[in-house]
């Protein structure tokens, strides 16, 4: 935009002077030589403005024009965006005619359990570490630490009350509502049961097949099967 | 009546016919190759920040994950810059003092935002979608290389359309499995041509060279 102004600017005073002297001198070639220039510069701007940053607002651009300085403007009062009726009390609220639940808005499936899997290790194991022990990186570097997802309240706590805290935070967790979105809260949920059920597992719960595998454990000739767990986060 | 020009003057027209095409072809040349290097693209230099904010640091060291401050990159077109809040969620309790966190304790305070600056600007006249590409099988270092390695952040790829079709036009060069997609040191295994051929078929990958594919 500007330097389409200037370069505009520019053109009309080299056009002027070339009038001038045209007059002047009489000559011609003068006047030639400066329209031949002002196309030339014509060109160099439109090089120069190619569309590349056009006057309207990208996601995230600042704006000097609002108070709070963002181009992004927050939802207007008592507006619901289409789309997000978001009237499933269970799914979104994380309750039922507002008392807590034990049930999934959802079947859980190995599907759900490995999205679980992906969005536990990348929004909770930064604290609660891979296993739900609450000793993750940020605890080590100074961070409070949560309680384990294996001590005993936390593994009889409702479903609700992890969708709860999941929304609204908990001690000195703040609120994952932004970053965590609805059905993978429940994914996640859904994960931290696999976990707890992980660290207090009976050797008889598990299928035959599998028992038979920790009685005889396969010699260490098939030495690759732990890589393939690596690919899950 | 004399001659106007010398016998020479035949010789430096020729000449003067041939030096004008190779200057021409030259200044060509040289507004080709300097238009595609990163002098132009702007690859390979850290832009300065409001906090030097270290990928390094963050990701390669604590191993927290992209998704973790840019989760929209899998909803939606923008990757997003993470909110002051997502900072603050540490660092409520860590770092409190240091001088490089002032903007973000500012920012909190005051609730304007920090002014990042954009390290991967696409022209206005590009429609880009990060939401589809991960779903697709396009890898973040595809794009943007070992951002977990990065003490500042820069942009590595060039950016420009040939870059883009080299991608568009033999996807099966580049895809990557979808869980795969967030490991920042995943290199193309020797078979990725037949991997990419499989990928391409089972993610139903199109090639996708029209001008209206990025030109809306």
Same mark, same amino acid.
């Given at each position: ?63 000097? !024009? ?37 049930? !999934? ?24 570490? !891979? ?103 | ?20 095409? %190779? @200057? ?85 305070? @005051? ?7 954009? %390290? ?21 270092? @595809? ?31 580049? %895809? ?23 990928? %391409? ?16």
């Amino acid at each position: 935009m500007s330097i389409r102004s200037r370069s505009y600017d520019l053109w009309l005073k080299l056009f002027g002077t070339g009038q001038r002297d045209a007059r002047q001198t009489g000559g011609g070639l003068n006047r030639l030589a400066v329209g031949v220039l002002a196309v030339a510069l014509l060109f160099v701007s439109a090089c120069a403005s190619n569309h590349r940053d056009q006057p309207y607002y990208e996601a995230q651009d600042p704006s000097a !024009f609002f108070p709070d300085g963002k181009a992004d403007r927050p939802l207007p009062p008592n507006t619901v965006p289409q789309g997000q009726l978001r009237l499933d009390e269970h799914l979104y609220q994380g309750t039922s005619n507002g008392r807590p639940v034990n049930t !999934f808005p959802f079947p859980v499936t190995a599907q759900v359990l490995q999205r679980g899997q992906q969005q536990y290790n990348a929004h909770c194991v930064p604290c609660h570490g !891979f296993a739900g022990n609450g000793d993750g990186m940020i605890v080590r570097r100074g961070y409070s630490r949560p309680t384990s997802y294996h001590d005993e309240r936390l593994r009889n706590e409702s479903l609700s009350h992890y969708y709860d805290v999941i929304v609204n935070g908990y001690g000195a967790m703040p609120s994952y509502a932004d970053q965590v979105y609805p059905r993978d809260r429940w994914a996640i949920i859904a994960y931290i049961r696999a976990l707890q059920l992980s660290q207090n597992a009976n050797v008889r719960d598990l299928p035959a097949e599998d028992q038979e595998l920790l009685n005889h454990p396969p010699t260490p000739a098939a030495g690759d099967e732990g890589e393939g767990e690596e690919g899950g986060h | 009546m004399p001659q106007v020009f010398h016998r020479s003057s035949n010789s430096i027209a020729r000449l003067s016919i041939i030096g004008a095409a %190779v @200057t021409a072809a030259l200044i060509g040349a040289i507004v080709y190759i300097v238009a595609r290097s990163p002098l132009a693209t702007g690859q390979h230099v850290p832009p300065a920040q409001p906090v030097p904010f270290s990928h390094a640091h963050h990701s390669g060291g604590d191993g927290i994950d992209c998704r973790y401050c840019h989760q929209s990159a899998e909803y939606s077109a923008v990757a997003g810059v993470p909110p002051t809040e997502t900072c603050v969620n540490c660092h409520k309790q860590i770092w409190l003092n240091s001088p490089n966190l002032r903007p973000v304790r500012e920012s909190e305070r @005051t609730g304007q935002p920090i002014q990042w600056v954009k %390290v991967h600007d696409l022209p206005d006249f590009v429609y880009f979608n990060h939401s589809i590409h991960i779903k697709k099988g396009v890898g973040c270092s @595809t794009c943007h290389g070992e951002v977990n390695r990065m003490q500042l952040t820069w942009q590595v790829a060039p950016l420009n359309m040939g870059w883009c079709v080299e991608c568009h036009s033999q996807p099966e060069r580049f %895809v990557r499995p979808r869980s795969e997609i967030y490991n920042m040191q995943w290199q193309p295994p020797a078979n990725q041509l037949e991997l990419g051929r499989r990928l %391409v078929d089972e993610y139903d990958i199109q090639k996708k060279v029209y001008c209206d594919t990025c030109h809306r």
